[in-house]
């Protein structure tokens, strides 16, 4: 294996592992907001889910050069197809995202308006040279 084939085969892992796994958070995202899934706060989590996703991906998919197998053919439409698919992953992604979003200010904001504000710490020194 040259070294252009490992940088070949480990961005086509990054860029199918990102793909993927905007895919996955899109798909979780979209549950999230009728309440079928709760909300992962833990980054940790997130990131250790996405490096897995990456592995699993390469491990099954790049390593062996399988996708090379499906014999595709480059060509205008497939090209037009793949740059439409990208976009549209994305823009799903952030509309899904703004929905999301907009769900959770409203839940909070119930309970933001109950809290009473604590005073400042700026205004408590400007009452002592009062």
Same mark, same amino acid.
């Given at each position: 294996?040259?070294?252009?084939?490992?940088?070949?085969?480990?961005?086509?892992?990054?860029?199918?592992?990102?793909?993927?796994?905007?895919?996955?958070?899109?798909?979780?995202?979209?549950?999230?907001? *009728?309440? #079928?899934? $709760?909300? !992962?706060?833990?980054?940790?989590?997130?990131?250790? =889910?996405?490096?897995?996703? %990456?592995?699993?991906?390469?491990?099954?998919?790049?390593?062996?050069?399988?996708?090379?197998?499906?014999?595709?053919?480059?060509?205008?439409?497939?090209?037009?197809?793949?740059?439409?698919?990208?976009?549209?992953? *994305?823009? #799903?992604? $952030?509309? !899904?995202?703004?929905?999301?979003?907009?769900?959770? =200010?409203?839940?909070?904001? %119930?309970?933001?308006?109950?809290?009473?504000?604590?005073?400042?710490?700026?205004?408590?020194?400007?009452?002592?040279?009062?």
């Amino acid at each position: 294996m040259q070294e252009s084939d490992s940088q070949a085969l480990f961005s086509a892992t990054a860029v199918s592992t990102t793909i993927l796994c905007v895919n996955l958070i899109t798909i979780y995202l979209f549950t999230n907001y *009728f309440g #079928l899934t $709760l909300v !992962v706060t833990n980054k940790l989590i997130i990131v250790s =889910f996405m490096v897995a996703v %990456g592995y699993v991906n390469h491990y099954f998919f790049v390593r062996e050069r399988r996708f090379l197998r499906y014999d595709f053919q480059k060509d205008r439409k497939g090209g037009f197809l793949i740059v439409a698919y990208i976009i549209f992953t *994305f823009m #799903l992604a $952030l509309i !899904v995202g703004k929905y999301n979003r907009e769900k959770i =200010f409203k839940e909070r904001a %119930g309970e933001l308006r109950n809290v009473p504000r604590r005073e400042s710490l700026e205004g408590k020194i400007k009452k002592w040279f009062e």
